[in-house]
């Protein structure tokens, strides 16, 4: 006898912590996907390299979702594609057709771009595209224009670097080698928005006398280019840092990878190893501490015991971020998630031995089509942190927040202590809000 | 140069077209696929994502899987969810990479079918075709499995609407208007195949005595209930006075005689060939109605040409309409163009000196304009007195 779902049911969809898994707490199945747009793509962020010109190479089905994401950031005049169609596949022409495609394209651009970011898909992986040819004939074509091989490959999601990471990796891909170096510069990879000129780790950087260089401040080409010089890289993003390894290893420049973090001895290790590699003394942050602690007392003066609800888009760490809340007496009730990082492997078990209710809930599982937009009649005010946790909560008190926000270190505690309060106090129209695509970026809606 | 395009959009494809068709009958469709399908559909391709809750799903196809040819993991994941939510019926469409792996869905929905009991489909899509082939497989297969032989004709004059999808009519009232269009005009509407519908609309449509086609997706099924149960279609939407005036004629007499009509692809002001025409870009059936209502509006004086840039059915097209399948086929009609009616993302392959009437495509912009998104039943679209139209 098959059972009717009610529309409320998230049996196998949520669990309590203590009867999760780490770090997959639901076992794979189909997938749903929730309204919530906020976090970036490959297109947003690509077009973050000034002046470049992207071009997609995939099947029409694949191509849609990438053209209409530059269509809706006003981006259209910065996207080409070249479709792919199943006799492509089997008779030889498949790099051909890239190649002459790319040319083609270029050749109608009203200005030649400075780069040109070459995407391909899971189909010419599959098919053993032989995309280096590709792009060496391009480069002699177009000796003024700088190619990057770039990937949309989600089928290959759980095989090496995902997409996300390949594309934070790929984005300083065309940085050139064998440049000087400057040691007075430090670059800041990986990030989509910049990080908050408040925070201390912009201002260990700027005060060390150091230029700070990141992608999201680059408004010409050749400032993206300058990138090049510096002589360390620095990534806190965990999706960042195999980028910056990358890019270490074919400037010859170091690489500093920071953790995202939340507690106070995590960031001030971090602020160790950066104070190390500025080859500064480590700076007081008792006044900085201080300030984020009073913050979050207000905050919970006024948020006092409303459930809240983080997501996984929200922040890198959202089991770190529900410890910190509850150790500051949030009432921390859900967590959003299906897959947690390693470095989110403490803070785990730390809430599973003090908080073992709270709830961990999937955002894909195919029960989670109706668990959209709240419980009806249940009154309770909640405040969300993240896009999905709003929608499922149906809340209209959220933080709209993605990737961190920009937000870093106790500077980074303080501002979401205050936007918390911003949020619990001014409701949001969630479905408008959360259904622009690619946060912070233009939209023709 | 073919498949390739400078700065328009494209299309939405065959999965989404299946999706799109499906949506409101209480089913479940899965796309094998990893995840980008889903989201580009529920973004861009689906208005009704956000407000009305509907049974698709990826099956978050991996690199593994599809090497390994591990079609047992989508098949237990699918029916498991299958038993868990009790869909009326559960759909598998393909996308690029089972199509490359060779898999093999009619196979797949058989053992599904076995195992859970509930009706299943296997479509053979690969996101490589418009989304017009997906939603006309989707309606065609529909029907031959739930269309109901034997039913009675309604007494008075009915119809069918066939092959609506928001894709093609966005959420603007377009299918209430023709329902009211009919009701006003003495005709019954049966069935709404698939908008403001559900699955019982294709038991219903066995008593229909003629069935509107709308769109190209509408067409199979339409060819079926011909062949099977000898009703009659009529091919075109009732946009403009004149036009829906027309329409509502050709209707009865095919009710009358029989025979099936295309009036979507009769040009009363025909432009001969090379000669400066208005040319409206769209989907065959809504852009060739959209010249009947144009040509009634302004007369022999000002001719019209529909440009097809979707695969289309022949019958739906006159002779001196013109495929534009890629870019620089739009871009060379719309040079010899006297006027352009055709969605806004292909304005930057227009040229500046001629008018241009946007008018938003669902299926080619998505979201982006549905400010401007109108509905057409029954009305003049005033192209010329309002050239911003």
Redesign the interface.
Known sequence: M????GPNSRD?AEKRIADAEFPQPFA??????A?A?GPWNIVHTGMLVPGSHQIFA????????V??TA??MNA??R????????N??FNGELES?IL??TS??LR??PVLPRCVLLFI???QL??GCDLETILDKLRKRFPHVDFIDCY?N??????GLTPDQLMRRQLYAALKAGGKQDSRSVNLLGNDRPTEESSELVRMIRDSGKILRDITHCRSYEDYQQMAESALSVTYLPTAAAGGDALAERLGRKHLPLAYAYSTEELLEQYRKLADALEIAMPDFHAEISASERALDTAQKQIGKAPVEIDYTATPRPLALARLLAEHGFHVSKVYADVFLETEKNDFQWLRTNFPDLRITST?H??M??A?KGVPGNGEKVLAIGQKAAYFSGTHFFVNQVAGGGHYGFDGISRLAGQMIEAFQTPKDT?RVI?Y?GLGCES?? | MKQTARIISVYASDTSGVCSALYELGGMTVVHDASGCNSTYATHDEPRWYHSDSMIYISALTEMDAVMGNDAKLVGDVVETARELSPKFIALCGAPIPMMVGTDFDALAQEIEQECGIPTFGFHTNGMHSYLTGAAEAFDRLGERFLQEEMVKTPHLSVGILGATPLDFSLNGSIDSMVELFRENGIETVSRIAMGGSLSDFSELGKTRVNLVVSQAGLALAEQMFRRFQTPFVAGVPVGKGFSRELLKELRLSADDGQCRFPCAVRNANAAPDTPAAVIAGESVFAGSLARAWSDQYGSAFPVRVLAPLEHDPRLAAETDRDIPDEEDAEREFSRASEIIADPMYQPVAPENVPFHPLPHEAFSGRCYHKWNRNLIGRDPQWKENPSC
């Not at chain 1, 098959?2 to 779902?5: A, D, E, I, R």
């Not at chain 1, 794979?28 to 996907?33: D, V």
């Not at chain 1, 995939?58 to 979702?65: D, I, M, N």
């Not at chain 1, 996207?79 to 199943?86: A, L, N």
């Open positions: 098959l059972k009717k779902l196998n794979s199945t189909l997938e749903y996907n309204p747009r995939c099947a029409e089905g694949c191509l849609r979702g053209i209409l269509a809706e259209m005049n996207m080409s594609w070249i479709s792919v169609c199943e492509d596949l057709n002459e495609g083609d394209i109608k651009l898909s899971c189909i599959f098919a949309m989600p089928t290959m999601r759980k095989h894909v195919p029960k089509r109706f959209g479905e259904q695509k023709c809606l």
